[in-house]
């Protein structure tokens, strides 16, 4: 099997736009607002001085000295703790974004995404037969499940955090949806189940992070459980009509290894494509921001 690897971004986006990056930073703005926050892949210098950036954000995300991974969010100009955008697809999805919300630099959504949004979207409505059934496994606030469900897909939405299903349910709702099946769960111990009982899905998005807690404390860590979670996945996945899509951010990881793993665990895979995803600034400068793997039987 012969792949080349891509490296793909969301055109353009009326409510969002990656405005200067580097010094280990991001402008970004979404909607009306701007805010600045760190990002370890931009290890370059800034295009735009200190004092534009300043001027320009809302809001700037100011780290923990003795902890680099959380921090708080300063107001610079005024602007809403919650707002909402839209992501002009075919159907026109909404999502609320929070400053508030956790002690973290992250709002609720990852733009680079869009891109994985409408290949769900597009691999749905072109689905054989029936629409499918669609697991989303580390689903945050939603954004996968709300495309695959505007689509017409079953999803099943799960996220260890029910602060983030409530807000998944609320994208799904401004986006005038419905019907969404929402777990509360370790995804591990999900998809085990699931295997045990026989069920399967002609849809799988898995979106985990490098390190996370299940509900009851349980422990991930991506380099030693994504192996397991792609055999458990390969039970549940329909053998005949299917497509899966696997993303990871992590600085180590290359998208080789993604196709490693894929490969190792799943048979017959067709149509496969895997790479990166990035976003660029208005200088031209490309921020890589994970890796994708995606197939499907059609």
């Given amino acids: 099997m012969k792949e080349s690897i891509l490296s793909l971004s969301p055109g353009l986006w009326k409510d969002y736009e990656l405005i200067d990056t580097g010094g ?32 320009r954000a809302h809001a700037h995300f100011a780290k923990e000295k003795n902890n680099p991974e959380k921090g708080r969010w300063e107001q610079l100009r005024k602007m809403p703790h919650n707002w909402q955008i839209s992501y002009e697809n075919r159907e026109g999805l909404k999502m609320k974004l929070n400053l508030a919300q956790t002690s973290f630099k992250h709002i609720g ?11 769900i979207y597009q691999t749905i409505q072109n689905f054989p037969g029936s629409k499918p059934k669609v697991l989303n ?5 939603g954004a996968a499940s709300v495309a695959a469900r505007a689509a017409g ?10 602060q983030v299903v409530t807000w998944s349910r609320h994208n799904m709702e401004a986006s005038d949806l419905d019907g969404i099946r929402w777990i509360v769960d370790d995804a591990m111990k999900f998809i085990k189940r ?17 390190y996370g807690r299940g509900p009851d404390g349980e422990k991930w860590v991506l380099e030693e459980q994504i192996n397991e979670m792609l055999k458990v996945c390969a039970e549940i996945l329909d053998p005949k009509d299917h497509f899966l899509l696997l993303n990871m951010y992590s600085l180590s ?34 921020l890589p921001l994970g890796i994708f793997y995606r197939f499907r039987s059609f």
């Fill in 137 to 141: 496994l580390f689903a945050y606030t």
């Fill in 109 to 119: 959504l990852f733009p680079e995404q869009a891109v994985n949004w409408d290949y």
């Fill in 253 to 286: 990881f290359s998208s080789l290894i993604a196709v490693n793993l894929i490969q190792s665990n799943f048979k017959n895979i067709q149509n496969a494509e895997h790479g990166e995803l990035y976003l660029e600034d208005s200088f031209h400068k490309k």
């Fill in 153 to 162: 897909a079953e999803v099943t939405h799960l996220d260890a955090v029910k």
């Fill in 194 to 210: 699931e295997a045990r009982r026989g069920n399967l899905y002609q849809g799988i998005i898995l979106d985990p992070p490098a």
């Fill in 24 to 55: 280990f930073e991001k402008l970004e703005r979404f909607g009306e607002f701007i805010i600045s926050r760190p990002e370890p892949q931009a290890i370059w210098d800034k295009s735009l001085s200190e004092s534009e950036w300043r001027k």
